[in-house]
């Protein structure tokens, strides 16, 4: 089932679990959208209506009403402020809670996953006091970069970050950003945006031993501001190596990154969401571009999966690069999914659900 | 005169130097666009074209016809290509040349002046192996970061300087960035940008000692990227601090910094472009933004000639900030006729020109 | 006093009205806004906040408590939905109102101005129910077809009207059309506006007698469209002749169109708001355009209350041009202020008030 | 084979004939871009690279080389200035050319088609003097029109038609529109599109009997405009019609246009690039919008095939809609790649050829 699904998280939530392998078509629950079907409310404009759920309509349900419909897997765009009792309350309730909200991010007990970087916090579960359980997916801004560095730092040991963004107008969400005040434009802020990539990180490319997070210390120092694109949040980086290295070094990082790959993972068969190259490294002098590299990612299911990256410019210590993830696929909803298909291999949920 | 009247920067300078209290109303030449009369190549949409100049035709002359012409200074908005050879043949044949090419930028004869911060440099044309002679004025994207690191020198002494900018469609002239490269989009690549940013931030803000340009060692990292704003550079700013320092401290620092204003320098008047504060602190949580900023300065004769810088951020030693300036005002035809003006100011010319 | 300050209009409303020499800065109202200064809320980011005003606070006030202030003249940018009463409440405690909104526009006893076309109508106001008066202005589109129109109609006699419009973003306010609605876009519907072309105009170009409005009897046809830019809106106009004429006539109709003009009306002086040449012909073969033609108007004071029309053709009875003219200015605040000034200069406000 | 691959509109074509199942894959030609890949030019930045094309190189060939390779079917993107001569040459020299180039659309011998209104114009490659022949393609504004049109024509005996245009980025190609022309701007005026739209729509709605072109008499007056949009152009229509008719009839009308559907053809297949429903008739308020609609056509192949309609309203005589079609597929390459599939099938071709 699928929370928020009126928002533009949503919605790309909608469009990555309509036909999904392993989870049955969702319910789809809103507040002030609810009695209105997915497609009256539709505002993905480049992408079409998922046509299994166009005209499901969306519901206004409590904790309760959803336990009680026998919900096992819930997929949460709820907006922050909401998402953090009632997920909370969902997870007592036994529903396994994955969630795009930030709500839940940082505590103690709940793992903030990447599923190439840090799959093994998903053990975390198990010793969560609910029920069900909570997993959190990165800030949209956050996954763009640790994606990029998480292959870097066994190689380069970096001993600090420096992070400017160009996020997309998308990562407001509908109706986000007026057109007035960013046509012609560049807004320098985004409230907490700049806090959560320095945390995030740090949670996510650190270590889950003895029951415990333990943030790598890697200070991240980030700017994050919003310009004019629809979606894909480029970021321009520079690290500090504690380990020079040479740039095929780094290239040949980067490429040889496929910690999920089935071959990597002893495992069968591929994460259906999962991309076959997390990370791609663009040799042309002009990218990665949003409009040419924010749906990176094959196979199909994994389009906007892959993190972009190009420019590498190696200067005694300083490695400088630029990357770009799609802020609402591998930034959102597709981290969940993702999040989700992990559980369940790794038989943290018990069998398929909705 | 004006070389290059018909670019985006040129015709910066015709709308600075139609009726300027010091300079006649310029000659305007061009190669392409001989001719024609400037109100009908007119590009800058948004502003007025210059009554006095509206008539005023492109003409088309070398060196030797300029010189044979009298003119005693000469504007400079050629590309960089021609600019190298055009403007030093100009300067053996007697004329000031005050440039915002980049050819000359780093020779060791030719200074690259802000007035406010390195004006000291200009005795350096006493020395120049011409009997006139050639003045630079920084990059674009170099002058709203040194005027902002300027009066932070002193009190940070700062070790190393991180820079991501977000840069204007203008910076690329006219016809420029196709819209099809640009609309939707962010483009992480501008040639020759970063390098220009780094090696101008060391002469600007260094020393001019026994006949001797003394860059300043600073590192300075850049990323340069294109966005869809028209006119004003954004720039995000970390430095690391050599001597640690509160914000209001820097803020002070920037708020008092006037080293032009007539009583710093014991002067009767003010220079007529030359802003009353060259660096305005902006309290606003999203400020600066290029719609809003980029026509700072007062008087009018000096709008767009002043730096904005706001969100600053202090952390232990990482100082971070955003800075935002004009890129064809201060950073283009405002940077220099403000530098001819200090010449002629200190008797470096020898008497009012064209 | 201006009513509805905080918005875009509103904005607008208080630039003009800085420094007006008529009317004493206004007292600034506003519902949500209540309590922030101007300059704080202030959303015209191109344009410098009033100096006057920035420092002045909104209020929240009742018809009654305005009226007790001795209020005699309001400047209304109330959403329409909230004008209709308190306008009328207000005109019937004695003040005069020039109002933007649309609610009252086609009252029968309600005149809808544009001096340049129809000043007497402003006579309806003695024969009005209220102590005090409702003048209104008409809507964004409609000013700008009716003002390129209404030299014409002695001229061609037109039959019918064939209109299409390029609105910018500033015409649905701020927030207004939210950026991922338009970016890359342009969305074919304005609820309600085409029917307000349709109507307004009759209006406006019909007569006055014996106590009634005569519409003028000439059907438009519109199609309306909301396109990226952020002021001015651009109309594709073909009109059907009833009679002949040559392109330099109609050129001429235009050009001499100068009904306010001192020497036309037998007046000393000229209303301060009023352009030259209200209407702008323009020759080039790419004209008019919004960024270009927005601000048309001299003197400065009438920035902006300029129609720029161009590209005209004419061909068997079809007679085609492009309109353009600033949404917020002479298709709102600047149209009141001006209609306020003809008042006033008619008598039919009886002194000088705020 | 292509001609002019390297532009916009030769791009398109490369998409549609990569693997297309009657035409082998093509042989590029281009003039400036001799030498390069396909891959390494490729601007079309929000469409993927076709498989098999991306490392075919641009070749440049004289029309003697293309015809000594035994080509039999060329698509002509040519630049229009080139197109004239070139085109005529390849005719002469026995190859099928089927053109995008205005060059020879008015021609008296040369058929310009949209398959499902006047396929049967391609006959009059029969009487064409050369050994091999050219059939051309409309004007990419005129194709969103005259489909909008046809299924209207029998209903309503239109009498007059005026259009304006919203035409998006793509319709100039690259690097085409200056970013800043278009950014915060629109341009009022395209070279020659308004007299191609009146007199491409009169031969395309015509007849072709007794070996002439008939053209059906009916003016259109057309404004044309560009805006910011990247792909799909916009046009508000209004005609007068000669018999009235509600609108559930139009709509009807439009819903039924199914002229290529096999059933309707008395074929055994339906051709490939073929829309299942060539007019959409959108019910929504605010429909059709380029970022929404541009890719309309099902099934896969035709994608952007599909002309979308709405926001019809009926009033007396004037019948007044919204049309929106992809200028560069329906209204260019795949308006040809149709074309040359009909053509093949009605047996004028004599075979399967590159």
Not at 23 to 42: H, M, N, Q, R, Y
Not at 49 to 71: H, N
Request: net charge neutral; with cysteine; aromatic share 6%.
């Amino acid at each position: 089932m699928l929370l928020g699904a009126s928002g533009w998280i949503g919605q790309h939530f909608a469009r990555l679990l309509d036909d999904h392998p392993y989870f049955d078509s969702p319910i789809l629950t809103g507040a002030t959208s609810a009695g209105k079907s997915l497609g009256e409310l539709w505002q993905l404009a480049d992408q079409p209506v998922p046509q299994g759920l166009a005209e499901s309509k969306i519901e206004r349900l409590t904790p309760a009403e959803i336990a009680r419909r026998g919900v096992e897997v819930a997929f949460s765009a709820l907006p922050s402020g909401e998402a953090g009792a009632f997920e909370a309350e969902l997870a007592r309730r036994g529903v396994a809670v994955f969630s795009n909200a930030s709500a839940h991010r940082m505590d103690p007990q709940v793992p903030l996953v990447i599923p190439e970087i840090n799959g093994d916090h998903l053990d975390a579960i198990e010793r969560q006091p609910w029920e069900g359980s909570i997993v959190t997916n990165s800030n949209c801004s956050t996954a763009g970069l640790v994606l990029a560095l998480a292959p870097l730092v066994p190689l380069l040991r970096p001993k600090e970050v420096f992070v400017a963004t160009y996020q997309a107008l998308s990562g407001a969400g509908y109706p986000g950003v007026p057109s007035l005040s960013i046509e012609d434009n560049v807004l320098p802020f985004i409230a907490e945006e700049e806090e959560k990539m320095e945390r995030e990180t740090a949670k996510i490319l650190g270590g889950f031993r003895g029951g415990r997070f333990r943030p790598l210390s890697l200070p991240v120092s980030a700017h994050c501001a919003r310009v004019g694109s629809r979606e894909g949040h480029l970021e321009a980086v520079t690290l500090k190596a504690g380990t020079p290295a040479k740039a095929s070094e780094i290239v040949r990082a980067w490429e040889d990154f496929q910690p999920l790959s089935p071959r990597a993972r002893g495992d069968r068969e591929t994460l259906p969401t999962a991309p076959d190259h997390p990370v791609v490294y663009r040799r042309e002098v002009d990218r990665p571009q949003p409009i040419r590299d924010r749906w990176a990612g094959t196979p199909a299911r994994a389009r906007g999966m892959a993190v972009s990256v190009g420019r590498l410019r190696v200067d005694r210590e300083h490695v400088r690069f630029f990357t770009l993830s799609h802020n609402a696929v591998r930034g959102g909803a597709g981290g969940s999914v993702l999040n989700a298909e992990l559980a369940l291999r790794k038989g943290l949920l018990g069998g398929r659900r909705r």
